[in-house]
Nanobody, 128 residues
């Protein structure tokens, strides 16, 4: 059973600003680096954001300046605040724990190194 659940997706118009949530209340240890990966239709998955235990964040070039990743240790929740959405942001967004101390290293290495457990993700569809 995957110990985290993504939510918050939906259909938005270009320029929209939804916030995705990753609820990790079932994990035994929340003190990992956490990240978001997205998969556009017909494309490979892409790591877009990561945040480490010290709340340092890293972003892919495609979302830097528009997305903001945060974490709440009390709620055991990781958030992805998305702004200025574009149709190219359409995809399924997944969260996962990553075995890294640094968000930059987590995002710099392949998302395939993060975990073998993936949830259902949450769909974000951006229309013109």
């Amino acid at each position: 059973e995957v110990p985290y659940v993504e939510s918050g997706g939906g259909s938005v118009q270009t320029g929209g600003s939804p916030t995705l949530l990753c609820s990790a209340t079932s994990v035994l240890d929340f003190d990992y680096c956490w990240g978001w990966v997205r998969q556009a239709p017909g494309e490979e998955r892409e790591g877009v954001a990561a945040i480490d235990f010290d709340r340092n964040a890293a972003y892919s070039d495609s979302v830097a300046g528009r997305f903001n990743i945060t974490r709440d240790a009390v709620k055991r929740t990781v958030y992805l605040q998305m702004t200025a959405l574009e149709p190219n942001d359409t995809g399924i967004y997944y969260c996962a724990a990553a075995p890294y101390r640094s968000a930059a290293h987590a995002l710099g290495d392949s998302w395939r190194t993060w975990t073998s457990l993936w949830g259902q993700g949450t769909q974000v569809t951006v229309s013109e």
